[in-house]
């Protein structure tokens, strides 16, 4: 930041004068001494966006004294980026096409002689007789861009364990004034916003049960309502969210919609058709098949795909009632031994069952 500058007249002695008279009446000059007084309003913070932003509000002493006048626009080194004359000037400058920075605005009050005033100079430089008043500052930020997370996926067994994530990294590109990661489920329900790195690698996941969590990184301006919404699609305001990183917490057979089913044992081939799942983002699990078992649990086969469960022909297997299940598990689960459902072992999660009924 530009500090007041000195007042450089003793260098160059006086040029300016206003008179008065002494007790003989004798008509004395006496140096006018300049006094820009101080600039009110802003400070001012724009996205440079490629819409023209200009300043407004801003308002000079009363009481600034000097012969000459303008407004001084610096970057924060001091270097003169414009002298808009008037307010009126001043406010059709459009701070947008100046990119990325830090804008001061400053106002001058001054005496003929000043050197240095000029585009292109540095209004550290000015010599002669003046007064800078203090500044307001204009800051330009980029657009918000949260860039690209990395790290991940993982995939956590939810067994009471504490899983904590590791290895993510941000985006050193990234652009914004905050920052914040944000996780929310399958359906961008916010879930919590670690505001760091540190942060997120202390989240229990474990903790959240089944089913699958997505991590955001979002850089924003202060204008986003982040503090208030409870969704990310609902964001508004001026922000940029990532990639996302998906955490899967397993497992997680699902929720099976279709049938029942209702067929008559006639020598016709029966088939299921219209089974899916109800939230299938939610399934997790290394492993999955489908199992057909009866009504007591004991296992009729194991399908391994949904066309293989819709290629089954349940007239084949006589009357009597069928449960058609779907199981995602890990390498620990003896699906490959058992014959009944009821003793499964290991870490799986088995879904609701579609009944089908063989009259």
């Not at 000059?29 to 600039?39: D, E, R, S």
């Not at 009363?62 to 303008?70: E, F, I, K, L, M």
Request: glycine letters at 12%; a negative charge.
């Amino acid at each position: 930041m530009i500090r007041k500058m000195f007042f450089a007249a003793l260098a160059l002695g006086f040029i300016a004068t206003s008179c008065s008279s002494d007790d003989d009446g004798n008509f004395v000059q006496n140096p006018i001494v300049p006094n820009a007084g101080t600039l009110t309003g802003g400070p001012f913070t724009f996205i440079v966006d490629g819409t023209p932003d200009f300043v407004s509000g801003i308002s000079t002493d009363p009481d600034a004294v000097g012969s000459n006048r303008t407004f001084v626009v610096t970057d924060d080194q001091g270097n003169i980026l414009g002298l808009p004359p008037t307010n009126e000037a001043l406010q059709g400058v459009n701070f947008d096409g100046a990119g990325v920075g830090t804008c001061l605005i400053w106002y001058l009050r001054y005496e003929n002689g000043l050197q240095g005033l000029e585009e292109g100079m540095n209004a550290n430089d000015l010599q002669g007789n003046f007064d800078l008043s203090n500044s307001i500052a204009v800051n330009r930020l980029g657009v918000p861009n949260a860039g690209t997370l990395s790290g991940g996926p993982f995939n956590f067994i939810v067994d009471g364990n504490i899983d904590n994530v590791s290895g993510i990294a941000t985006d050193p590109n990234a652009v914004g004034s905050n920052s914040t990661f944000v996780i929310t489920d399958i359906n961008l329900n916010i879930l919590g916003a670690p505001g760091s790195v540190e942060m997120l690698e202390g989240v229990d996941f474990d903790g959240a049960g089944r089913g699958v969590c997505l991590i955001w990184y979002l850089r924003y301006e202060d204008d986003t309502n982040l503090s208030t919404v409870t969704n990310a699609a609902d964001l508004t305001g001026t922000f940029s969210l990532s990639n996302s990183i998906r955490v899967e917490r397993g497992p997680n057979a699902d929720v099976l919609t279709g049938g029942p089913f209702m067929f008559t044992v006639d020598g016709t081939p029966d088939m299921v058709s219209g089974i899916g799942f109800e939230n299938p983002d939610n399934r997790v699990g290394t492993n999955a098949t489908w199992v057909i078992t009866d009504a007591n649990g004991m296992i009729l086969g194991t399908p391994p795909t949904l066309e293989a469960v819709e290629g089954v022909d349940f007239d084949a297997a006589g009357t009597g009632v069928c449960l058609i299940w779907y199981l995602r598990y890990e390498n620990d689960t003896n699906i490959a031994t058992v014959t009944n459902a009821n003793n499964l072992t290991g870490t799986f999660h088995l879904s609701n069952s579609i009944t089908v009924t063989r009259n």
